[in-house]
């Protein structure tokens, strides 16, 4: 007996009303293809390219009470329509980075001050965190990036300008880029 | 690098396995009503003690003795001096049928926590989410279903 509409809703609200929802998350259409964007108490810890691999390693790094909320991810969803809408180029959203840590913190620490459509690269990045001969660490950072998009690694490319890679497939870097206009 | 990996189904995959059979269970014991309440507080017991799971096994009993439980204490409410039977939902598996065969004579509560625990190897949190009880409930459930089981097999 397939479970009403509304009664499935009422759940969810209630599970999130009384605290017990380690991340809430929802599906959206967006040009690049369905994203899966996730949330805790502290914000944003996820958008991923590929949804059903991603719902276990959230459960992984954020617990697995891990349950589809769509109120709850309404302000994440709204500002990444404005953003492919062309009419956002910041976003202002709090994240949660809890899992990574030490240079890969540091590099999308770093890589949050790209701005939008700019590019720079590897080793530019890697200089910037202190570690100039680490451009290949950056890439693995970049390649790990739990939240693309809003911690734009579209925007780091190769030291001839080459796209290089994107955990994401390049094909999404091209477009991430041509609508920023950093790409002709 | 070593990384734990959870053996536990994310909630949502959990949840959208079972809603439909738990409303099913609940529809048929309160009708379509009553069964509306029963079904959120089903999925919110088990969302209580969900991250006290060791491991992803026997979900499906876990969540429908929850659901008979609610199920008995919403009909109890209505209903205080009916008399009414209760068998836990505990599906015959050929590995545990002996366990579950020599436990036929406990309690309904006594064999559910001894068969949660030692056949299906649940923590007490869960055991006692499913029975509508505590952690320290399920836990004297266990011990003195297993004292019973000890009396009949000396005497």
Not at chain 1, 145 to 166: E, S, T
Request: with cysteine.
């Amino acid at each position: 007996m397939t479970v009403p509409t509304d009664l499935d809703q009422r759940f969810r609200d209630a599970a999130t009303r009384e605290g017990l929802v380690d991340v809430a998350y929802d599906l959206a259409d967006s040009p690049v293809g369905e994203l899966l964007v996730a949330v805790t108490d502290r914000g944003l810890c996820r958008i991923a390219y590929r949804p059903d691999d991603a719902l276990d390693e959230i459960a992984n790094d954020f617990g697995v009470r891990v349950l589809r909320v769509p109120r709850r991810v309404e302000g994440v969803r709204r500002e990444l329509d404005e953003y492919f809408d062309g009419r956002r180029r910041e976003f202002d959203l709090e994240l949660d980075l809890t899992p990574v840590a030490d240079f890969h913190r540091l590099a999308l620490d770093e890589l949050a001050r790209v701005p939008y459509g700019q590019v720079t690269t590897y080793g530019t990045l890697a200089a910037k965190v202190g570690r100039p001969k680490a451009a290949r660490a950056i890439g693995g950072a970049m390649n790990r990036n739990p939240i693309p998009i809003v911690l734009p690694c579209h925007r780091v490319v190769g030291a001839g300008g080459a796209l290089v890679g994107y955990a994401g497939g390049l094909e999404r870097k091209e477009l991430l880029l041509r609508l920023e206009g950093a790409l002709l | 690098m070593m990384e734990a990996t959870v053996t536990i189904p994310p909630f949502e995959r959990f949840y959208a396995e079972h809603r439909d059979e738990v409303y099913g269970l609940l529809a048929r014991r309160l009708g379509r009503q009553r069964a509306e309440d029963a079904f959120q507080e089903t999925f919110l017991r088990a969302l209580r003690s969900y991250p006290s799971l060791r491991h992803g096994e026997y979900l499906r009993a876990w969540v429908l003795t929850i659901a008979r439980n609610v199920a008995v204490d919403a009909f109890r409410r209505e209903r205080p001096t009916a008399e009414l039977e209760e068998q836990a939902e505990l599906p015959r598996r050929p590995a545990y049928a002996e366990l579950e065969h020599l436990t036929d004579a406990l309690p309904p509560t006594e064999r559910a926590a001894v068969v949660f625990r030692y056949a299906y190897d649940m923590p007490y949190a869960a055991i006692g989410a499913a029975l509508g009880s505590s952690e320290d409930a399920a836990r004297q459930a266990a011990s003195a279903g297993v004292r019973r089981l000890r009396r009949k097999e000396t005497t």
